[in-house]
């Protein structure tokens, strides 16, 4: 339908201008005629969005655009429609490809024999150079350092002829180590506090003020602390640290009645036993 004197067609609810809208300045008017001239092309599409914008950006521009910089510098105009608004403008020349590195001329000599040997060598030495420096180091981890100072520590290592004690480590920060060390010494076991980096309790040999690992490492637990560690990620964290003490034998003491526990079935407990003691290679000894 027209009304009077309009110039747009409407039709539904999108509406469509039959003429290109006028120009802020004279000298843009001849590109925001290019644009209406495409936009009347394109019909509905994205692409109509994009040009109906740029056309908006274009007339309301109040200095006249003649360089491609001026048109990319407009809202919803790109490299397409900037040729469009600027359409004889020079585009920029494309930078030329560098040359790859080429290794220097051999130098004139009299012999003719000596010079590709001389080519070869340099070639060679520009080839290690290269290599030398596209070399990136490997990465070692903290761990791996700590490894390594152990070993080197472990190999240079003199230990005295004897004779050696065994002692019993109890970690300190255990709630019931005050205990333990008083039953172990009223037995007659050499036992002493310690602020252990893993395990509950570690047995260590002693001699003139020299200290190795016995090869045993104990972990306490009590039901009520297994079932509750067995449902996060503290079971198996636990059990990956001291997999990887490098001890051989491992123990895991396990206090209580399975069937006291309230949040958990006591097969659950045993089946977790099982899996350590099987899979992992634990030794379990229940009390």
Not at 56 to 66: F, H, L, Q, W
Not at 135 to 154: H, I, L
Not at 200 to 207: K, T
Request: hydrophobic share 35%.
């Amino acid at each position: 339908r027209y009304r009077g004197s309009s110039t747009a067609t409407v039709s539904g609810n999108s509406t469509q201008q039959s003429k290109p809208p006028k120009a802020k300045i004279a000298e843009n008017q001849g590109a925001v005629d290019r644009l209406f001239e495409m936009s009347q092309k394109v019909g509905k599409s994205n692409f109509m969005y994009t040009l109906s914008r740029a056309i908006k950006s274009v007339k309301d521009c109040p200095e006249a655009i003649t360089t491609l910089e001026q048109a990319l510098s407009l809202k919803y105009v790109g490299d397409r429609l900037a040729s469009v608004i600027v359409p004889h403008a020079v585009q920029p020349k494309p930078r030329a490809p560098k040359r790859p590195l080429q290794p220097p001329p051999p130098a004139s000599s009299a012999s003719s024999t000596s010079q590709p040997a001389a080519k070869k060598t340099r070639q060679t030495t520009l080839t290690n150079n290269l290599a030398v420096n596209t070399e990136k180091p490997a990465f070692v981890s903290s761990k791996e350092k700590a490894y390594r100072k152990a070993k080197e520590q472990a190999e240079t290592l003199v230990l005295p002829k004897g004779p050696w004690k065994l002692i019993l480590l109890v970690d300190i920060r255990e709630h019931k180590s005050q205990r333990v060390v008083a039953k172990c010494k009223q037995s007659g076991i050499p036992c002493e506090e310690r602020n252990l980096p893993i395990g509950d309790m570690a047995w260590i040999a002693r001699c003139e003020g020299a200290e190795v690992m016995a090869g045993t490492i104990l972990e306490r637990k009590e039901v009520n602390d297994l079932a509750g560690s067995i449902y996060g990620t503290r079971f198996l964290e636990q059990r990956l640290r001291l997999l990887n003490s490098g001890m051989p034998q491992l123990l895991y003491l396990v206090e209580g009645d399975l069937e006291s526990v309230v949040n958990c079935p006591a097969e659950t407990l045993r089946m977790a036993m099982m899996e350590t003691r099987v899979q992992m290679g634990f030794g379990i000894l229940k009390t």
